[in-house]
């Protein structure tokens, strides 16, 4: 069983949506972070959390340390948000990143 | 400010062929990281640098060398370039403490080894 496992794999949604990706991980962490890969294979950090909840634009980022969940929402969703989103957490003991596999989503117009 | 900095940004090497992949940062971040990316998965740590004059190994590094040549440069190298090889490299760098910051990733390498 994978350290953290994201979920979907992929979804496909209608612009306009409210789309949720899920992250969940089996190890304690000090912080968790959603990225995001646009199909030209740039990445990006979109948050870093370790409580509570984030909100830039129309992304909001949850996390839930005692059931080791995070939830990435996208709002109004729009065919730029088309990517992979990816969630990686730090684990308690050492400083490597342990990465998930990746939420690969497509909004169609 | 450039942020992080690769090159090059494609590659086609022979097998047993060496190269090495350059990396810098113009953000002071402390810790730097390559990563390589295979189709259709995940990142995948190959060397990290905590701080300038440390460097440690990640989950793949057996066929890489890395030198953090100062606190703006950490370079990657394959000394014999295998098949097994081929794939997106990326470099990232991050600020005080790894990992707790967030990352910041630069274009990639697109490497291919005939």
């Known amino acids: 069983k994978n350290e953290v496992e994201q979920s979907p794999q992929n979804l496909t949604a209608q612009e306009g949506e409210f789309i949720t990706i899920n992250c969940s991980y089996s190890?304690?962490?000090?912080?968790l972070h959603w990225l995001q890969q646009h199909p030209g294979g740039g990445i990006v950090s979109l948050f870093m959390?370790?409580?509570?909840?984030k909100k830039h634009g129309r992304l909001i980022a949850t996390i839930n340390i005692q059931e080791k969940h995070s939830s990435l929402h996208i709002t109004a969703s729009h065919p730029r948000d088309s990517a992979v989103y990816i969630c990686?957490?730090?684990?308690?003991?050492?400083?490597?990143?342990?990465w998930g596999a990746g939420t690969k989503l497509i909004i169609k117009p | 400010n450039a942020g992080v900095t690769q090159t090059p940004k494609f590659q086609v090497l022979k097998t047993g062929q060496s190269m090495t992949l350059q990396c810098a940062q113009d953000?002071?971040?402390?810790?730097m990281y390559w990563y390589r990316q295979d189709p259709g998965m995940g990142l995948r740590l190959i060397y990290y640098?905590?701080?300038?004059?440390?460097?440690d190994k990640g989950e793949v590094p057996n066929g890489y060398n890395v030198s953090r040549l100062n606190k703006r440069e950490f370079s990657l190298r394959l000394e014999s370039a295998a098949p097994s090889q081929t794939s997106v490299y990326f470099c990232?760098?991050?600020?005080?403490?790894?990992?707790?910051?967030?990352?910041?990733f630069g274009p990639g390498t697109r490497l291919t080894v005939l």
């Open positions: 990232a760098s991050s600020g005080a403490g790894t990992g707790n910051n967030e990352q910041f």
């Open positions: 953000m002071n971040h402390n810790s």
């Open positions: 640098s905590a701080s300038e004059g440390t460097t």
């Open positions: 190890v304690g962490i000090s912080a």
């Open positions: 959390l370790s409580s509570g909840k």
């Open positions: 990686a957490v730090r684990g308690d003991s050492n400083y490597q990143l342990i």
